[in-house]
Structures are given as C-alpha cells and as structure tokens.
Nanobody
Framework: QEELVESGGGLVRAGDSLTLSCAAS????????MAWFRQAPGKEREFVGG????????FYADSVKGRFTIQRDDEQKAIHLLMNSMKPEDTAIYSC????????????????WGQGTQVPVAS
C-alpha cells in the first residue's frame, strides 16, 4: 500500500547538510518521473527537484539549484535528495512523489505520494 516511503528527515542547522531518501515500490516504479516537493509552514507546496525514469534527467527549482542534488540508486528503487548549505527557509515537510504526467514541476502531475518527512532548519 505504501508505494513511496521517505526517510532521513530531522533537525539540521543552517549551513549543514542532510540527505533524504525515498523508497519506491509497486506502481510507483512504473512511473515516468519521481520528484521531491516541500511545504513550508504557512506556504503552498512547491517543487524542489525531480528526475525522469528514462535518461535520468534532473530538474531543480531555482531556490535550490546548486545546493540540492537528486540521485537515484542503480536499481532504481529509491531516490535521494542531497541537501547542503541549508537555510532556515528550507524548513518544510518534504514529500516524495511519482507520476506519469507533465510538467514535473506541477503537483497535479503526480499520483503517488509519500507521507512526508519533516526537516526543520535551525539558524
């Protein structure tokens, strides 16, 4: 039932690094793309970054370019979000998503969602 499961969340201090992981199973493995979204307190959910199944093309939001990196395991059963140089404004609940529609930056393009993992960034 749980086709996407996030892990790795936790308190991190500004300037430090943290890596999140998302394990995929079932239908989530047959999607065209997987991505990370986040929702900060009082804000709308926003796209962070994503990767395509074919070609492993990656895309990132301007707010995290150069700081965050998405990696996929060779077995393609998990993706990881490597976050460095974190800022207090990165504080959010981070969710993993998988889907078949475009654009990747849109929440509506994804049909599979993890429960989310909290990432508080302390100043």
């Amino acid at each position: 039932q749980e086709e996407l499961v996030e892990s790795g969340g936790g308190l991190v201090r500004a300037g430090d690094s943290l890596t999140l992981s998302c394990a995929a199973s079932g239908g989530a493995l047959s999607t065209s793309a997987m991505a990370w979204f986040r929702q900060a307190p009082g804000k709308e959910r926003e796209f962070v970054g994503g990767i395509t199944r074919i070609g492993s093309f990656t895309f990132y939001a301007d707010s995290v370019k150069g700081r965050f990196t998405i990696q996929r395991d060779d077995e393609q059963k998990a993706i990881h979000l490597l976050m460095n140089s974190m800022k207090p404004e990165d504080t959010a609940i981070y969710s993993c998503a998988a889907g078949k529609r475009v654009p990747m930056t849109a929440t509506a393009s994804f049909t599979y969602w993890g429960q989310g993992t909290q990432v508080p960034v302390a100043s």
